[in-house]
């Protein structure tokens, strides 16, 4: 966020949330919502594109099909293990560790998308926050340059903030 | 169900903040029955132990299994706990993906029971092998002599399947931990709790931004787990069905194992589920809305597993194949009958009952069902294993199978060694999903209607 200050506005209920968010967004504000859980309507108003983390999948899933594939047939031909006729890269048989290797990386992949995108570990910075977010109230976190702080906790307010807060520093 | 919360089966009157007070209080210091329970586990544990050191002193003769009879106990167990595992990614990805919000209080502990399960699944094979400290050489690790494991046997593609399983759910059922782990972490008040639960939840502060991206990722693991989960059973079937023996070389197999994971899977989470509930007071959180859902499942799988039986008898009747017929004939007449006639008891008939609503309704009812299902799936196991394996195609080499105490040691322990990591689990982190239950629960507003028109 920017500027030097960050007002942290504490909402009860979501409708008055929703208010401040679009108001924070008309006046062209830089904000961080809180909220105890995911909810459309917040995602809607803060943001609706799709998330990136998809990339993440898709492509561990390419890199693991590959992978997965590549393991077993290069495998199989530097130790070949004849049995009957039977072809040494087997691809039907190579399909379940491609399969799985697939899912794997994926998984993985996407796990590391979340770390990126969601910007974790950040174990000590948390900048705006206020540990009644993860209960039972909704928050919102605004950042200002040094005069602007009244004129924004106004806004807070008036949308319905239970209370208002000025914080030194980002 | 007039008591409880709309359509989401809460008890009414519950808010956010009551969500987080139920939950959290799970994780206040242990009474003297958890110590109890855990001694009990820790026990269990060490009997397992003594008994795998026995065997491993004196060798493979210890266990009970023989030619022609090479598949036991240990494979017994191992098909056992891969299936317990499987409802739990049932319970969080699939019915994630349809959207049935009867699994937001029970697929926590589900995907625990998942994670621990594998890890009691996955000890044993390794036992089985009789040398685990070669279990390295399932992997294709690079050796001296360039030497690789055969991708086109079934035991390789297991070796494949369940550690990805093991890691895909370990990974699904943190990534869901971590907004309910940073909820403890505010509520947190001891420093070692603060400090756990500060590194676990990563930093985690629920903005905007983290829920977007948390939520599509979630929506992907979910969509990742579910072939997954159907894939693993399949190729826990295929061991059996890849081989030539009568009653194993079946196509029905893959359906067969998923639905019997399943269905050993839901019981196991009543099994779970019903005690904590009473102990910890979560009747607010958990409601007959949340069994009925779970009974359906138990009654849906229990039919596709009973159909599976019938299936196998018509077709060894139907390929005129001596082999098969006899197989069939040898399962509920042979020397392994009670445990063929149990089997049909647990899994056919005892479930048939739960059609009776004032039946599925009695919380006591249900437990003892799933203690009776979970029985009925480690005889199915059972009956697989043994009789196919004592009754192949050369009667000069027919055999019998008798267990020895350091299998019943080794098959105890591993009962043990699950309910220490669940104990221990539901004692230091939330065994119920936070936030997932406020998503679904209509959110606080001033006015009412005022979000539709948002």
């Known amino acids: 966020m920017r500027g030097s200050k960050v007002i942290v506005g504490v909402f009860s209920y979501m409708d008055d949330l929703v208010r401040a968010i679009r108001k924070a967004k008309k006046e062209g504000l830089d904000y961080r919502v809180f909220s105890p859980m995911a909810h459309p309507v917040i995602e809607e108003n803060t943001m609706p594109q799709a998330s990136s983390v998809r990339l993440f999948t898709l492509f561990g899933g390419i890199l693991g099909c590959i992978g997965g594939f590549a393991l077993a047939i290069w495998c199989s031909l530097d130790w070949p293990l004849r049995v009957s006729a039977k072809a040494i890269v087997s691809v039907p048989a190579f399909v379940v560790i491609g399969y799985e290797c697939t899912i794997l990386i994926s998984a993985l992949a996407t796990f590391l998308g979340i770390l990126h995108f969601c910007r974790l570990p950040d174990i000590l910075r948390k900048v705006g926050y206020d540990p009644r977010f993860t209960d039972d109230k909704f928050g919102i976190a605004v950042g200002a340059e040094d005069g602007k702080e009244e004129a924004i906790s106004k806004i807070l307010s008036e949308c319905g903030a239970d209370e208002v807060e000025v914080r030194e520093g980002l | ?454």
């Not at chain 2, 019903?274 to 007071?281: A, E, W």
């Not at chain 2, 055999?399 to 080794?410: A, H, L, Q």
Request: charged letters at 15%; hydrophobic letters at 50%.
């Open chain 2, 1 to 454: 169900m007039s008591e409880t919360h709309g359509d989401i089966g809460l008890k009414e009157g519950v808010t956010y903040s009551r969500v987080n007070d139920l939950v959290l209080n799970m994780l206040k210091p242990p009474t003297f029955g958890w110590y109890c329970l855990f001694f009990l586990a820790i026990s269990a544990v060490c009997w397992g132990a003594a008994s795998f050191t026995r065997q491993v002193l004196d060798g493979m003769q210890r266990a009970g299994i023989n030619q022609p009879i090479a598949w036991g106990v240990y494979i017994t167990n191992f098909v056992f706990w891969v299936g317990i595992a499987h409802s739990g990614t049932l319970i969080s990805a699939i019915l994630f993906l349809f959207r049935a919000k009867f699994r937001m209080p029970i697929y926590r502990l589900a995907e625990a029971m998942t994670v621990f399960a594998v890890l009691t699944a996955g000890l044993f094979p390794l036992i089985h092998v009789g040398r685990p400290w070669f279990a390295y050489w399932l992997l294709p690790y690079p050796n001296e002599r360039a030497l690789w494991p055969n991708f086109r046997s079934p035991l390789l593609w297991d070796v494949f399947a369940v550690s990805t399983y093991l890691t895909v759910s370990a990974t699904f059922f943190y990534v869901g931990l971590i907004p309910d782990i940073a909820a403890a972490r505010d509520k947190a008040k001891t420093f070692f709790r603060k400090l756990l639960y500060s590194i676990t939840s990563l930093g985690w502060t629920g903005n905007h931004s983290q829920w977007k991206h948390y939520m599509s990722a979630y929506l992907f693991f979910a969509g990742l787990a579910t072939p997954l989960v159907v894939s693993v059973h399949s190729v826990v079937s295929w061991d059996f069905a890849m081989g030539n023996v009568p009653g194993w070389h079946a196509t029905i197999f893959p359906p067969y194992f998923v639905a019997g994971a399943i269905f050993s899977g839901v019981a196991m989470v009543l099994t779970l589920i019903i005690p904590l509930r009473k102990v910890f007071g979560l009747e607010e959180l958990i409601t007959p809305f949340h069994f009925e859902g779970m009974v359906k499942l138990i009654l849906l799988t229990s039919g596709i597993v009973t159909y599976s039986y019938i299936t196998e008898f018509y077709i060894a009747w139907f390929s005129n194949n001596p082999f098969e017929r006899y197989q069939f004939w040898f399962r509920p007449f042979g020397d392994f009958k009670l445990a063929f006639w149990g089997m049909v008891f647990c899994n056919c008939v005892a479930p048939l009952t739960l059609w009776i609503k004032k039946l599925r309704r009695n919380i006591g009812y249900l437990f003892a069902i799933s203690l009776v299902i979970n029985v009925g799936m480690w005889l199915e196991r059972f009956n697989i294993i043994f009789t196919s394996l004592s009754r192949e195609f050369v009667p000069a080499a027919w055999g019998n199978y008798n267990f020895s105490w350091v299998e019943t040691g080794i098959t105890v322990g591993a009962f043990g060694w699950f309910s220490m990591f669940m104990l221990l689990f539901i004692k230091f982190f939330p065994a119920v999903a936070i936030s997932e239950i406020k998503e679904i629960m209509p959110p606080p507003v001033r006015e009412e209607g005022a979000l539709e028109a948002h």
